[in-house]
């Protein structure tokens, strides 16, 4: 079986380790499987830093490490190993913010250290590959930690309670569409009484131009009868041509404009639109 230089130089540094190992018989079954089972996951490790997944091939290596307790037995093993770890770290998380793997690969260095002070005691030094890696992951991971998050480029606004932002695509459109159509409404329907109104007034002065005989003479009185009615009659026209125009596209808008917004409401502002009324209309369910 084909092995890189750096598997068959931990083969060799671990066959030599086992050679100076102390005997101790009534352990020897026990601490003869956990060697196979990291010496199996070693070589999974190794297989997968080989192509290339550094990250799977620290934890693999960290997994294996785990069948080795920390005893003076295993001390030059599990370095070798984490000094690998440390390596495969680096490579897999280089220009990595990913916070979750950071602390991932920081925790599993750190938990090292930390079991191997207790085991020997500050006096016997940790590979300063080891370290190394550990510091610079733990400063990576604070930084990650700390940095703000990324603003979210679009004009909707959250709002005070933290809630969901309004989608950046209805958000600004919806407002002027319903803000545009109301006013459009409101001025069609001004322009609708209006014409009313002239209409109204309109008929009467009429009325009033048939009852004086105006038609045969329309002079003095009549004259300005004549006048106030065209007046009245222009009036009437713009009012209800410009008025339902207006009514008709600010119903629209308005419409368009409450439909595109995204809020789950139970009550909302209804356009309501008919030969003889036209304004808004509230709709609720209970």
Known sequence: MFLS???????????????????VAAAAPVDAKALA??????DAGQKKFDAG????????????????????SNKDNRQA??????D???????????????????GSLSSYCEGFTIAYGTETPILPKIVETRDELRRRLKEAETKPPPVVEG????????????????????KGLAIGGGVALGLGVGFVVMGAVGGVRGQKVEKDFLAMDCLDNPMGECSDLEKTGKTMNALAISGGVVGGLLVVTGAVLLAIG?????????????PMLSPTFAGLSLRGSF
Do not use: M
Not at 5 to 23: D, E, N, V, W, Y
Not at 155 to 174: L, T
């Open 5 to 23: 230089i750096r598997a068959r130089s931990f083969a060799a540094c671990l066959a030599t380790a086992s050679l100076f190992a102390p005997p």
């Open 37 to 42: 089972d990291f010496e199996a996951g070693f």
């Open 53 to 72: 997944e550094h990250i799977d091939a620290a934890r693999t290596w960290v997994s294996a490490a785990n069948n080795l307790k920390e005893s003076a």
């Open 81 to 86: 190993v984490y000094e690998y770890i440390a």
């Open 88 to 106: 495969a770290w680096t490579r897999g998380l280089a220009g990595s913010e990913d916070v979750a793997l950071l602390r991932e690969a920081e």
């Open 155 to 174: 004009p909707g606004e959250a709002p005070p309670g933290g809630g969901p932002v309004e989608p950046s695509g209805d958000g600004p459109r919806w």
């Open 258 to 270: 409450l439909k595109r917004k995204a809020a789950a409401r139970k009550q909302a502002l209804v």
